[in-house]
């Protein structure tokens, strides 16, 4: 499953980050999701709470935000934006395009509580 797979490795780069802060303990992870990389936003919610439940990251919360994706219609040269993988040309209506980019997936931010609040 594509967002079982995409969901691991966010905890993997999480997991990575948070061995520099071993006193930390991280409370949102914030990712950045191309709409090109064809997740599905409620699946890799699921996906992700299934995957940290149990472990140091239970509790974990995932904020996701699909950004939109660059193409270049194949048959009129028309670049135009979009945000689902139907979307048709708007200037010629044609299904066939490349993508410019928009595959990507980048954690954006981490909020973290540093254990110094409140002890
Ligand atoms: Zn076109």
């Not at 299934?50 to 270049?72: C, H, M, N, P, Y």
């Amino acid at each position: 499953m594509h967002e079982l797979s995409i969901a691991q490795s966010i905890l993997e780069i999480v997991e990575t980050e948070m061995k520099s802060r071993p006193k930390a303990r991280v409370m949102v992870v914030g990712v950045r999701i191309g709409a090109m990389a064809a997740v599905d936003a409620e699946s890799l919610r699921f996906g992700f709470d299934a995957s940290v439940k149990g472990t140091e990251f239970d509790g974990l919360k995932l904020e996701l935000r699909i950004t939109e994706a660059e193409r270049q219609c194949l048959m009129c040269d028309h670049r135009y934006m979009m945000l689902a993988l139907e979307s048709n040309c708007p200037e010629c209506g044609s299904h066939d395009a490349i993508p410019l980019g928009g595959d990507e997936l980048d954690i954006e931010y981490l909020e973290v509580d540093d254990g110094k609040a409140g002890d």
